[in-house]
């Protein structure tokens, strides 16, 4: 599609005067404050101008504007007693806002908006607001009616295509921002870079505040069936580094940059890029005259984080509220004016609890009907189960429910690829424990029952692996696991995510048989690997059938993105699993689950 490049570059980037500061009990009061003394602009004696303002930020929305979890059909919760969603955000944003002064505030976002829950995933694929006569994206008018002043890019934004995301930008009242999302062809921005915010000191001085935003390079991999050859996405701190001093030239006094990029400076796809995949700490250290960094990507919650400039030797200030709506970051950030010039004097951020506070009944009035309409989707009857299926031990044994996945995965492959040259082939299937907590009850089965059991919007493709590399990939798989020596009891809350791995990143294979043994180290852990009851040969050949994530490369699991694809669909691996339980109309593990892996030590079976 058209990246209407000159209807970009035709636009002004400078807006009016932004909308409300964040501010809670204990930060300046936002305004003009004034010190006398020497030294000081005006010379001996005079009055200093210092003016308070605060940006608010939230990240990682993904869908949530209700406290409403639509795959248990009831409030949210969870063992901290933590709300989500924009109607709360709402109710915080508005209480800085009549604390502070609507004048003295900016309001901004650092992206992953418009996927993550069922709601997100109906106005983009059941009703999608691509047709024709089709609706409002339901996040666009929630931060429209709160009053968004720019937000920028998450990768999740193109997890539905670029025609979605140009439909969802077209329905902002705010830019989004991605300053690293550019023309494969031109390198030229594909979309605002950032925004200049002029705030007004009681003395009316204008304050300009550039917004810049920054994305993830990792999009060039996760998305790649959507973005390749359309878009590509540089690294964070090479266009900070581009842009922050033409910032400081067009006059911006203060800059903060909305980045979806976490702070650990690692990558969970590897050497496949040559931009980190969480740089935000890198970008505060390595360029110079940024003032705050809001924080996306890593869903974990940062207060405050400061880091010093190597080049300056300026401390730049980093927060990332909580995921989902749970948090709202202030930036509390004072300016002074100085030898004709305004100079940020200091800058300082904290998190408000979204769950301290009432939903704000203008948002969930505005949505009321879009929140029933996905109700009543999310709840219809799709099938029966013969019996109870959980995830709560799937990352420690292998379950009926993880088999379920694999099972549907493998029957459509191998439907798709009969009467081909490798139908052949014998078909092995991954899957992954994406959610602990999801269960297929049994009798009825719903929607929101499967989108509870696969809740990201992967597709499913075909690729040809060897024995030696389908070793290779349990191999890397089974670093989950925390080394365990022999002897003693196992504590299986203990055993797993070593090194930080998250669940996504932890496959099971299906169709061949094989042991973990946890006493050994990473890379020596796989062994009685069996296919058709003999020993694998690692010269055979296997057809995987892999979600396009891990295909593309995420998580960095060796060979199946450099593997040859012999298929693939642009339907959702939930909707292919949907359609299996409403053609079969039952769900009976019989059919489809086995004890085909374990955990060992030692070769003694740990559970």
């Known amino acids: ?43 001996r004696g005079h009055r200093r101008e210092r003016y308070a303002f605060t940006v608010m930020g939230t990240t990682d929305l993904h869908g949530n504007v209700f406290n409403w979890d639509y795959t248990t059909a009831a409030e949210f919760d969870d063992a901290a007693h933590n709300d989500v969603g924009l109607a709360k955000i709402s109710t915080l944003v508005a209480q800085v806002r009549r604390e502070k002064g609507r004048r003295h505030t900016l309001l901004i976002d650092a992206g992953d908006t418009i996927q993550g829950t069922q709601l997100a995933y109906y106005y983009a694929k059941v009703d999608p607001i691509t047709d024709p006569d089709g609706p409002v994206h339901p996040m666009a008018r929630a931060m429209n009616a709160i009053g968004y002043d720019a937000a920028a890019l998450g990768n999740h934004e193109f997890n539905y295509g670029i025609p979605v995301l140009r439909k969802f930008e077209e329905s902002c009242d705010f830019p989004l921002l991605g300053a690293n999302a550019v023309d494969a062809k031109s390198l030229r921005p594909a979309f605002r870079p950032y925004v200049l915010k002029r705030l007004r000191s009681p003395r009316g001085r204008e304050v300009t505040v550039a917004v810049l935003g920054l994305t993830n390079p990792g999009i060039a991999i996760w998305d790649k069936a959507h973005v390749q050859g359309k878009l590509a996405f540089p690294g964070l701190v090479e266009q900070a580094a581009k842009w922050v001093p033409k910032l400081r030239s067009m006059g911006a006094d203060v800059v903060i940059v909305a980045a979806h990029s976490g702070m650990s400076g690692t990558s969970s796809y590897g050497d496949q890029l040559p931009y980190v995949e969480n740089a935000a700490a890198l970008v505060a250290e390595q360029v110079p005259g940024i003032d705050a960094i809001l924080v996306g990507h890593a869903h974990v919650e940062v207060a405050e984080r400061r880091v010093v400039n190597k080049e300056s030797g300026r401390e730049v200030v980093l927060s990332e509220p909580l995921k989902w709506g749970q948090r709202l970051t202030l930036f509390d950030v004072a300016v002074e ?35 029933r309409k996905v109700v009543a989707y999310v709840n219809r009857v799709i099938g029966r189960s013969k019996a109870e299926m959980t995830a709560a031990e799937a990352p420690v044994k292998d379950t009926p429910v993880l088999d379920f996945i694999a099972f549907v995965q493998a029957e459509v492959v191998r439907k798709a690829l009969a009467g081909s040259a490798y139908a052949s082939l014998p078909v092995l299937s991954q899957a992954s424990c994406f959610s602990r907590t999801a269960r297929v009850p049994e009798g009825d089965v719903t929607i929101r029952s499967m989108a509870a059991l696969y809740p990201f919007d992967n597709t499913l493709e075909a690729r040809v692996l060897t024995g030696a590399q389908v070793r290779a990939y349990l191999e890397f798989s089974a670093r989950y696991y925390v080394r365990t020596a022999a002897g003693g009891p196992v504590d299986p809350s203990k055993v797993t995510n070593a090194d930080g791995t998250p669940d996504y990143n932890y496959d099971v294979v299906s169709g061949v048989s094989y042991e973990i043994d946890i006493a050994k180290p990473a890379g020596q852990r796989i062994g009685k690997l069996m296919f058709g009851g003999k020993p694998l040969d690692d010269a055979a050949r296997f057809v995987l059938a892999v979600n396009n994530y891990r295909a593309s490369g995420g998580g960095n699991f060796p060979h199946v993105a450099a593997a040859e694809q012999v298929w693939s669909t642009s339907d959702e ?3 292919l699993i949907i359609g299996w339980v409403q053609e079969s109309g ?15 030590r030692d070769g003694v079976p740990v559970f």
Do not use: Y
């Open 1 to 43: 599609m058209s990246l209407d490049r000159r209807k970009f570059l035709g636009r002004s980037v400078v807006t009016g005067a932004g909308v409300a500061l964040a501010g809670a009990a204990g930060a300046p009061a936002a305004g003009a404050v004034e010190d006398r003394g020497a030294g000081d602009l005006g010379g």
């Open 337 to 371: 004016w100085h030898r004709g010039r305004w100079e940020v004097a200091s800058v300082a951020s904290r998190v408000l609890n979204a769950n301290a506070v009432a939903e704000d009944a203008r948002i969930t009035g505005l949505l009321r009907a879009e929140h």
């Open 573 to 575: 691996i939930r909707n």
């Open 586 to 600: 039952q769900i009976d593990p019989a059919r489809f689950a086995s004890v085909d892996w374990r955990l060992t």
